[in-house]
């Protein structure tokens, strides 16, 4: 048993190292819904998230900071941004340090989900990203590769501060913020970066609304 189970995982693992190797065989870089749904055929039984890491090789903070942030606009139970905005928040700061990998602590790292529910997921999700990418092409790109990724880094980690707010109804804008900053940065379409910047200040302006319209009411009914 021990031995089957030990192929399995083998098995799985050298399904994900193909998907990370196919992206470097071509010379334009490969679309994230692409990467996602060749993961989402690859895996096998259950897929951690430090094997989604390691597939994706140095399309890793992209994709990992898009990833992220579409958990965030999934409709969750109320509270829960607070856990899935944490690995947004780390992402963001190891971009804007300067990073070339993406580190995570070893308890985001061993959560897994199982193959079916990440399938579940790529098909619910992958439409909508190739929707997006549709428009989205290299252009106006303004930044070396590491300028970049730090001032995104940046960006994206006041975004995903405010995700982890209890915020009701204003997650959801700064998450999708941040899938438009990770796609800009992906594909160094400079249009969509000043998209994902405009989309980002109305989020956190719309944030600053619903907090402010809120303690106006507690005032009012506690004076």
């Given amino acids: 048993m021990a031995q089957k189970y030990g192929c399995g995982v083998k098995a799985e693992g050298s399904a994900l190292e193909t998907v990370s190797r196919a992206g470097k ?104 990203m190739r929707w997006v990418e549709r428009f989205i092409r290299p252009r106006y790109w303004p930044f070396a590769r590491d300028h970049a990724d730090r001032v995104i880094g940046c960006l994206t980690l006041v975004l995903a501060l405010a995700i982890l707010m209890p915020i009701p109804f204003g997650n959801w804008f700064p998450a999708f913020s941040c899938v438009l900053m990770g796609l800009a940065n992906s594909e160094r379409d400079g249009v969509l970066f000043v998209v994902s910047i405009v989309s980002g200040i109305l989020s956190l302006a719309l944030a600053g609304l619903v907090v402010g319209g809120a303690g106006v009411l507690a005032s009012v009914l506690i004076g």
Avoid: C, Y
Wanted: net charge positive; no cysteine; aromatic share 8%.
């Fill in 25 to 128: 065989a071509g010379s334009p870089p490969r679309r994230l819904s692409s990467i996602f749904e060749e993961l989402a055929h690859a895996v096998d039984d259950r897929i951690t998230v430090e094997q989604l890491r390691d597939a994706l090789g140095d399309r890793s903070f992209a994709t990992l900071l898009v990833f992220f942030a579409l958990v965030n606009l999934l409709p969750l139970p109320p509270g829960s941004t607070f856990i899935t905005g944490i690995p947004l928040v780390l992402i963001s700061v190891q971009m804007a340090l300067g990073r070339r990998t993406a580190w995570l602590p070893r308890f985001i790292l061993e959560k897994s989900m199982a193959a079916e529910q990440f399938r579940h997921l790529s098909e619910r999700l992958v439409p909508k």
